[in-house]
Antibody, heavy 122, light 107 residues
Framework: EVQLVESGGGLVQPGGSLRLSCAAS????????MSWVRQAPGKGLEWVSA????????YYADSVKGRFTISRDNSKNTLYLQMNSLRAEDTAVYYC???????????????WGQGTLVTVSS | VIWMTQSPSLLSASTGDRVTISCRMS??????LAWYQQKPGKAPELLIY???TLQSGVPSRFSGSGSGTDFTLTISCLQSEDFATYYC?????????FGQGTKVEIK
């Protein structure tokens, strides 16, 4: 059974940093691209970042480029999102999501984690 | 950036109704479009990808159509469990983007 479990969310002051983790199980992690998608309270979905299965290719939304870094440790079956210079507008539930197709970056997701809430406030 | 216009933002319907949700792109994306359903407090679930391919396990009352700039999600016979918010998403080019969402509520 595929499982994605996010952790690392919490309350952080503006300008602060946070690292999110997504522990994956039930599939060959290194064979699938992964993404982070966020949802501000009461708002819609916003794609944040994606990474290829090998970790060699990464992509970012303009709103987080230069501040967030996506990475993965395939030996630990874990996806990360390092978030620096956090702003109030980064407040959201952050979901990790698994690409449906194997060995290719496709961009549509068949499994999602339960989400972790990040609140940026003083 | 590819801009997406999803409509309507709110749809009131009754069980048994046929409903359609539209998603229009600012530029052509071939068939690189997915549809998701999200219920309150839950993660989204994939319904359709490649504009018209039904994800495994999704009921056949859901269907998707379109290519280029205009896409439609249709629910042929609305069931009680279908009251939720629906999002389209383009994955044709970075940054990937989602539509604003359509909330389907009970009439």
């Amino acid at each position: 059974e595929v499982q994605l479990v996010e952790s690392g969310g919490g309350l952080v002051q503006p300008g602060g940093s946070l690292r999110l983790s997504c522990a994956a199980s039930g599939f060959t992690f290194s064979s699938y691209a992964m993404s982070w998608v966020r949802q501000a309270p009461g708002k819609g979905l916003e794609w944040v970042s994606a990474i290829s299965g090998s970790g060699g290719s990464t992509y970012y939304a303009d709103s987080v480029k230069g501040r967030f870094t996506i990475s993965r440790d395939n030996s630990k079956n874990t996806l990360y999102l390092q978030m620096n210079s956090l702003r109030a507008e980064d407040t959201a539930v952050y979901y990790c999501a698994k690409d449906l197709d194997k060995d290719i970056l496709t961009g549509y997701y068949d499994y999602w984690g339960q989400g972790t809430l990040v609140t940026v406030s003083s | 950036v590819i801009w997406m216009t999803q409509s309507p933002s709110l749809l009131s319907a009754s069980t048994g109704d046929r409903v359609t949700i539209s998603c229009r792109m600012s530029q052509g994306i071939s068939s690189y479009l997915a549809w998701y359903q999200q219920k309150p407090g839950k993660a989204p679930e994939l319904l359709i990808y490649a504009a018209s391919t039904l994800q495994s396990g999704v009921p056949s009352r859901f269907s998707g159509s379109g290519s280029g700039t205009d896409f439609t999600l249709t629910i042929s016979c609305l069931q009680s469990e279908d009251f939720a918010t629906y999002y389209c998403q383009q994955y044709y080019s970075f940054p990937w983007t989602f539509g604003q969402g359509t909330k389907v509520e009970i009439k």
